[in-house]
């Protein structure tokens, strides 16, 4: 009993600037937990290559002994995945990834049952079984960063469409002619109201010639500017970086009265290094769907912070694994 | 075994221009249909009377006895309803219905089980059990006439959300700062992509001194032109004409592509009068998906029109009561 209570996946949180890698229980406790860097300019290979290391580091240092200890692996990862087939199709921040078979590769590397997962649709799995959305039916999760992606939580079960790659909510247009996205399109949510859609228009406000105390923060060089410059510059008053921020939080409550009106949700959990400016963007998101979307579903849609932070992506992928949904695993 | 299988829905479609009324059975077979006009300027009470003597006179026409023969009422309508509560809260084509408990009226005026239910939300499952969408387990259904509805198939069932009026595709918001919606707001799909949006976009270009032939199908009078005026005129090659169709297309395929990223659903069924267009409006309609939607749920989306015309309401509002949903029915 205590043994089968004690078993653990190793779970990995593949992003574009770091690898988490972490053994956790069924009761999404986190018994060990390791960062390394991706280096994700040095291609696939070498990453897939630490990917594997870190597994195994962090098996070693949870003292856990292949198969009998171990119920699989849990690979949440940013991008277009086929998580039927356990494909890496493409990714924003993996550079060169094409239709990487990741979970196969895995699999046969470690010797262990492997699932390959969506960053977003792990947290809103990891938020919706132990964070903000316990408990709820229907929900929404949003990761505000450097981009935006989204997982969908419905009847209590992921949401993952016909080839599993459903909730690219970042990728929402929503102002046909706006500014162009990093996926190439138009006017995404992503490119309004993300992390890096506040830090370009700053640089594009301030190259206008518009006074900020933003310029002091990051000592002229406005090549350093990220959000939290512009959200630490916004918290002193400084005009400029309070409009944006504002502006953003708009586009976000267009995003979010958009999700309102076709999902009539009980929940919308936003997560991501953006959602830290809490209230600053929250409030006035939660003004703008509640003009937007029609009464009744903007009545019955909270809006809240995420609660697991930089855990989401892990503990998610370890519950996606404990479930063992049938499709998606790869068996060693 | 023969009476049961005999036993029929009432069912009813109610639109802002007429009254469909049917007893459907469980197969699907209208045994008897009936319109009526209804002349919803009149305000709710005459347009409730009207509707309570459709369904008296359908159950006469069809010999169907109360109870023994009636397993329920179905009631689709448009607008934003709390089918939890059986509530039409507001409704663009129901001038002055506000937070209209029609469906205990229902019950209460004919003693019979009733159920309401939003009309494309009845769409989608009619086109599911019996029409374009038989066998698919997740499809977004969409009504493209005068304005925008959407309904939502998961895993086979009717998607719902917590108050039961989830599916508001219309009023997803795609250009911020695009032309006004119906609804009050700005840039929804409705907007742009629906027969008044054809409508409106004609005039307005006919009024810049455009030159069409749109101007002789009405004779001169540009308050006559309709969706059907454009498509007709397009047929015939007119260029003010084409340019319209394909601009709605376009929108309606930015519309579709943000559903095919977010649901990533396997079909996606167009019905309403303006589908009738056919090829003209989807095959650039299916070529923007492909350009604007990520590759993998693109290639997976097929859109098709849909198969049951004009009685997908009462169908779909006929197999709700019949799979007898607990939620949002009042027992007479």
Redesign the interface.
């Known amino acids: 009993m205590l043994a089968s209570r004690r078993r653990s996946v190793l779970a990995i949180d593949l992003g574009g600037t770091k690898i988490i890698a972490a053994a956790v229980l069924s009761t999404g406790e986190i018994i060990s937990r390791k960062y390394s860097l991706t280096l994700a300019d040095e291609g696939p290979r070498p990453v897939i290559n630490r990917l594997s290391s870190a597994v195994a580091e962090t098996m070693a240092q949870a003292k856990l002994k292949t198969s009998s200890d171990v119920v699989g692996i849990g690979i949440a990862a940013a991008g277009?995945l086929?998580t039927n087939e356990g494909i890496i199709?493409?990714s924003p921040n993996l550079p060169g990834w094409r239709d990487v078979p990741l979970r196969d590769i895995i699999a046969e590397r470690l010797g262990l049952t492997t699932y390959l997962i969506n960053d977003a649709s792990a947290a809103a799995l990891g938020e919706h079984r132990s964070g903000a959305g316990k408990g709820v039916?229907?929900l929404i999760y949003l990761t505000v960063s450097t981009g935006i992606g989204?997982g969908?939580i419905?009847d209590g079960e992921l949401?993952?469409?016909?080839?599993?790659?459903?909730?690219?909510?970042g990728?929402?247009?929503?102002?046909?002619?706006?500014p162009q996205c990093n996926?190439g399109?138009f006017?995404c949510l992503e490119a309004l109201a993300s992390g890096s859609a506040m830090t370009r228009e700053s640089v594009r406000r301030l190259n206008q010639g518009e006074k900020s105390s933003i310029v002091e923060l990051v000592a002229g060089r406005l090549e350093s500017i990220t959000a939290e410059t512009v959200s630490l510059a916004a918290r002193q008053g400084d005009s400029l970086a309070c409009d944006i921020v504002a502006r953003a939080a708009n586009?976000l409550g267009?995003g979010l009265?958009?999700l309102v009106?076709?999902?009539?949700?009980?929940l919308i959990v936003i997560g991501g290094g953006v959602s830290k400016m809490g209230n600053m963007l929250l409030a006035p998101t939660r003004k703008a769907v509640r003009e937007?979307a029609?009464?009744?579903?903007a009545r019955?849609?909270r809006i809240v912070r995420a609660r697991l932070g930089s855990n989401a992506g892990i503990i998610g992928a370890a519950v996606y694994v404990f479930e063992q949904q049938p499709k998606g695993g790869r068996k060693a």
């Open positions: 277009i086929d199709t493409t039916d229907n989204g969908i419905i949401y993952s469409g016909a080839d599993g790659c459903a909730g690219e909510i990728h929402m247009i929503i102002e046909t002619h706006g996926c399109k006017g586009y267009i009265a958009n009106n076709i999902f009539n949700p009980e937007i029609f009464k009744l579903p019955t849609a």
